[in-house]
């Protein structure tokens, strides 16, 4: 466990004496407590290349204070650098009065200018009762207390918590955020002469705890512009439109579209792409090479072999990752009960074995999110049918030009650690069925496969594929185009690096 650094900030610096009087009924006889003064303090601690500015502003000048009297005092804090930072807001100090002195927190990303003023009041003839009422001034920028409680007694010097797991993210111009403690000596509306003699004094500092570690998805986040909406999928995408939101069966998803440039990631010792951040924060990445390419660039180092789909093209199951035949061949038996892989999926469990399990990195994979071979039709149909109908994705994508991030069917979700990007995946990520993108990320120059069934016609069993011009068409399984892996990775992994191409991410410990 990492020790704890104690950044000492003095906001509030008070010493309370109560004198001797005659009676005491919410202070019935004159008291006096003495403050600081004003005065402004300033700490800097580095951590690592961040440097955490502190500024206090200590408002504390007041005399003969009674119950009932306020007082607010700042601190700003300001982050430079590139880390996040973790902290408590603590106040440490002694109160030996028995009444128990409140506390309030506000929180706010400017700079405000909230003031107390306070008024004494005298009651009564024979006894005196003093008390005070207090406006707060300016504070409707402060929004709601974040947090409160008591300073109780203490005997020693003690350590009160009064706002904890903050935590501030870095940035080169400086992040500052501002907290505002309202202090009370509470009027009780009974007898407080037990305070007579006692003492308050203390100090509300900053407590470093530690840097926070981001996860995979909170790094790729900070690194990203968020769009609100949703994009024209009609049209290609073919400037950096940054990130998008759209649900999938896990949850809200983050998803890369057009010429992103900071969506590069070293992995295995290749160069992926960052599809989008699943609904359950892992990683979906696409093969991109053995070294980093640019978008806009061919090349076939983009995947890792051309190969069949499927050997056989002529009954529609043939679209199946893996499938049930109907006939093995239209002159054998029937055999309806053996399920079959694709060639193509035969060649990625290969390639995922030798190249990421065997060398130490599957426990840095995950399968829960799945990938979806979305068998679904519009029409109905006999599976070992040659009967010509289109599949739901086309329908999807081609007319109505709205693409799911959704499996549904879970029988068509299939629960491995590798795959291949689907259609709509594609269209999220900027390409169309009608119009060539050379722009967006996913272009590579070439034919590869996505594993979206198209349609089933004339005997042929077609999916859809990403031409070498950069759109979205059918081609009959059984040609040999390129194969790009598709994982997701742990929503554990930790990254380092910006995204780009000069600074990719990399996960940390499988370089």
């Not at 019935?28 to 500024?55: D, Y």
């Not at 981001?214 to 999928?233: H, M, Q, Y």
């Not at 679209?319 to 006939?327: A, E, L, M, P, R």
Request: glycine share 8%; charged share 20%; proline share 2%.
């Amino acid at each position: 466990m990492k020790e704890k650094t104690k950044i000492i900030l003095v906001i509030v610096g008070v010493l309370v004496v109560i004198g001797i009087g005659i009676t005491f009924a919410y202070f019935s006889a004159n008291a006096n407590q003495e403050g600081e003064g004003s005065s402004t303090t300033v700490t800097t601690t580095t951590i690592g290349e961040t440097t955490l500015t502190v500024e206090g502003n200590i408002e504390f000048n007041d005399l003969d204070i009674y119950p009932g009297h306020k007082n607010v005092s700042s601190i700003k804090v300001t982050a430079t650098g590139e880390k996040t930072i973790l902290y408590n807001l603590i106040w440490t100090g002694e109160n030996t009065l028995n009444t128990s002195l409140k506390y309030y927190v506000y929180k706010t990303e400017s700079e405000e200018s909230p003031s107390i003023t306070c008024e004494k009041k005298e009651e009564g003839s024979l006894t005196k009762i003093y008390y005070e009422t207090c406006t707060e001034n300016n504070f409707a920028n402060l929004g709601e207390v974040i947090s409160s409680g008591e300073i109780t007694t203490t005997s020693t010097s003690t350590k009160f918590t009064l706002l904890s797991d903050e935590e501030i993210k870095a940035s080169e111009e400086g992040t500052s955020v501002y907290y505002y403690v309202v202090l009370e000596y509470p009027n009780n509306e009974e007898s407080q002469n037990i305070d007579m003699g006692g003492t308050f004094e203390g100090v509300v500092s900053i407590e470093y705890t530690g840097e926070k570690v981001l996860t995979a998805a909170e790094t790729i986040l900070a690194n990203s512009k968020v769009n609100e909406g949703t994009p024209d999928f009609s049209q290609v995408a073919t400037t950096d439109e940054g990130v998008w939101t759209a649900e999938d069966d896990l949850g809200t998803s983050y998803y890369f579209r057009g010429a992103v440039e900071n969506n590069y990631l070293k992995f295995a010792g290749y160069y992926w792409r960052i599809i989008r951040i699943n609904g359950d924060d892992s990683i979906r990445i696409i093969y991109d090479g053995t070294s980093a390419h640019a978008n806009g660039e061919s090349s076939d180092d983009r995947q890792i072999k051309k190969s069949e789909y499927n050997e056989n093209y002529d009954y529609s199951y043939y679209v199946g990752y893996t499938y049930v035949s109907g006939y093995q061949r239209p002159s054998q038996a029937p055999n309806t009960e053996e399920e079959y892989d694709s060639a193509i999926k035969t060649i990625l469990d290969s390639w995922y074995q030798t190249n990421i399990a065997n060398i130490g990195y599957d426990d840095k994979v995950v399968s829960a999110p799945g990938f979806c071979n979305d068998r679904k039709t519009g029409s109905d149909y006999i599976w070992s049918s040659r009967a010509s109908f289109r599949y739901i994705a086309y329908e999807r994508l081609v007319t109505n030009k709205m693409p799911t991030l959704g499996c549904g069917d879970q029988v068509d979700l299939y629960t491995t650690k590798i795959g291949l990007i689907t259609a709509d995946e594609v269209v999220y990520a900027g390409g169309t069925t009608e119009t060539n993108n050379k722009s967006y990320y996913l272009y590579t120059g070439q034919y590869y496969w996505t594993m979206s069934p198209f349609f089933f016609d004339s005997g042929y069993a077609c999916v859809f594929a990403v031409y070498p011009l950069g759109k979205l068409n059918n081609i009959s399984v059984d040609n040999k185009r390129g194969v790009r892996p598709v994982i997701n990775l742990s929503a554990g992994v930790t990254l380092t690096g910006t995204g780009t191409m000069s600074d990719p991410y990399v996960v940390e410990g499988a370089e």
